[in-house]
């Protein structure tokens, strides 16, 4: 993922703002989008609508609904492409469908299926492509607190589709001419074939604008948290200002102006009346202003609105007093109560409810703030990423050196030293694994490196290629291709070396 080549923006945002940059993600590629979701949905949805008129029966139209998880794979596919400046074709996501396809599908087709956070969780079991316990290890991560409002958006898409289907089929039906004279339970309750067609072209046509816009919010979302836990807007920015720094070339005009300004005598205003009159202005209201002339007092007080005041009271006041005054009131005549319900069970379950929130209020609240007790593992976690380095080991080059030549005959020295960090922390990490925190820098990985497993051989190689690295990708000093050559010989020849040292 190459955060420079970003279309918009990437800076830490609210979940609301975020949601609203997706939004812009559907506006700008609306076209696009939409061809995309008609390509992979327009030919299945026909013939299960087809089958469904044919049938009088809504279960067709409930597998499309299902499904929905799959037909979203294309649309976030087309998204994280697009915002990093490449735009797939439509052949290309055909032909790329089992890569972005399948990856976690099963689980959210299954026992995932109904999870209101699926648009944000789709991101990693796509984009990430990790799974089992790293990817609960990474849901755990994005789903800290503060939360990310996608539960919300789901619930909010969800009305929405609802509320646009129902207008547009009523748009439809008052289109009718009033000959037929049709009634409303005609159309709406009365269900037919070809009433039921009508519903469900009305209901894929909504489709067509709500799940891309959908996707596209959830992708927002993703990017949103990854900004606040590793930083991108700090990395986009070092990165711009290296790039300031380094076309500034031309310091003739700074040297001229360093060399004029000793014989050059300085101005020496005097203060006008106006300014010393705006002075005094500004010191007496400070000194009206302070605490001592203008004390302030902060009172916080709650009341219940139309308790005495009121002869009207709120319908909760009336449920309460209903349960627990009224049937309490031995007077009162319980035969003839419309509710002949005994005192104790409804007692039994107004605590069992009680206790139930309670408990399940305090396991909430300890486990977003981290004090609750959680079953480690003997083995830490290796991450799959470091300063947004993927060190995942499907991802690295088979072959290291070639990859490094390549790269260095390109003369993109950056791009030689990334292949061997990744392949450097991945040997390293695997050999010394450490728990690291989301969106731990070079420097910190290998601070903890050192302070867990102090220097072996492995861990002081890798101090010498940060070193190199840091130089190159953020002071913007290039290391020599010699020394990317020592370098990558070095780390081939480690388990050779740490048998001579050994």
Known sequence: MELEKASARLAPRSPWQAADLGTQFYRHWAGSITGVWLLFTAVPYALLLAL??????????????????????????????????????LKALLKRWRGYALPGLAGQLTWRRLSPMRSFNA???????????????????????PSNRAGMLTLLVLHLEQFMTFGLMALLYTLVPWQFNLELSDWFYDQSGLQLAISGL??????????????????????????????WDLQLGLTRLGERRRAVKNVIGALLIFM????????????????????EQQQVIELLASPDFMPLEERTERQWINQDNSDAESWMETLWRFLF????????????????????LLWAIFWTLFVALALWLIIKVANQFGLRGHRTSKRPMIPTHVAGLDIRQRSLPKNLNRAVEEALKTGDIRAALAVLMRAALAGVLARYPVA??????????????????????PIAYLQRLTQAWISTAWAHRPVSDEQVRTLAQHWQQMDRLEADHG
């Open 123 to 145: 991101c990693v079991w796509q984009l990430e492509q990790v799974k089992g316990e790293t990817a609960s290890q990474r849901l755990k991560v994005l789903n800290s607190y």
């Open 436 to 457: 690291l925190a989301a969106g731990s820098t070079e420097q910190q990985c290998l601070r903890t490196l050192q302070q867990q497993h102090g220097d072996p051989l």
């Open 260 to 279: 004029l300004v000793p014989f050059m005598e300085p101005a020496h205003a005097e203060p006008s009346a106006s300014d010393t009159t705006t002075s």
């Open 52 to 89: 469904a008129a044919a049938d009088n029966s809504l279960w067709p139209l409930f597998v499309f609904w299902w499904l929905k998880p799959l037909w979203e794979r294309p649309l976030l596919a087309f998204y994280s492409h697009a915002l990093f400046g490449e735009t797939l074709t």
């Open 325 to 344: 005054e009224n049937l309490d009131d031995d007077e009162t005549d319980i035969s003839n109560s419309p509710l002949n319900i005994p005192d104790a």
């Open 202 to 231: 009305c209901f894929y046509l909504v489709l067509c604008v709500t799940e891309p816009l959908y996707v596209a919010c959830g992708f927002a979302l993703y990017l949103n948290k990854r900004t606040w836990l590793e930083g």
